[in-house]
């Protein structure tokens, strides 16, 4: 039961991130699946991917699109770039240590948050 109030305060943080800033999934979730559930790496991303499925490719999307924001073709690239990334990488993933994957994704995260703190996007 706590696991599940847990896992509904991550969604509720992570969800809200993501409509407010663009962020949630790899950043929020991943981590705070694997330091208050103690899932490993491999299963904290796995989860993460297959939870993201349903809320950001309906609900979030369609509130972009009825307001403006959502550059359909250009979209529509970046998913068809995603989905071959995704494979790509879930395969180098499933074959890494746990201590490899851990150690790329606090890097991946350490070099956003450095160029966000660093440098102007204009």
Same mark, same amino acid.
């Given at each position: 039961?706590?696991?599940?109030?847990?896992?509904?305060?991550?969604?509720?943080?992570?969800?809200?991130?993501?409509?407010?800033?663009?962020?949630?999934? @790899?950043?929020?979730?991943?981590?705070?699946?694997?330091?208050?559930?103690?899932?490993?790496?491999?299963?904290?991303? @796995?989860?993460?991917?297959?939870?993201?499925?349903?809320?950001?490719?309906?609900?979030?999307? *369609?509130?972009?699109?009825?307001? @403006?924001?959502?550059?359909?073709?250009?979209? =529509? *690239?970046?998913?068809?770039?995603?989905?071959?990334?995704?494979?790509? @990488?879930?395969?180098?993933?499933?074959?890494?240590?746990?201590?490899?994957?851990?150690?790329?994704?606090?890097?991946?995260?350490? =070099?956003?948050?450095?160029?966000?703190?660093?440098?102007?996007?204009?």
């Amino acid at each position: 039961m706590i696991n599940i109030l847990i896992c509904l305060l991550i969604g509720l943080l992570a969800g809200t991130l993501s409509g407010l800033i663009g962020i949630g999934g @790899g950043i929020i979730i991943v981590p705070a699946l694997v330091m208050f559930i103690g899932l490993s790496q491999h299963m904290a991303q @796995g989860t993460t991917l297959a939870m993201l499925v349903p809320p950001v490719g309906i609900a979030a999307a *369609w509130t972009y699109y009825r307001a @403006g924001f959502v550059d359909l073709p250009l979209a =529509v *690239w970046l998913c068809v770039g995603f989905v071959a990334g995704t494979v790509l @990488g879930s395969r180098f993933a499933v074959l890494a240590s746990e201590q490899t994957l851990e150690r790329a994704f606090g890097v991946a995260l350490m =070099v956003v948050a450095l160029k966000m703190f660093l440098f102007r996007a204009h």
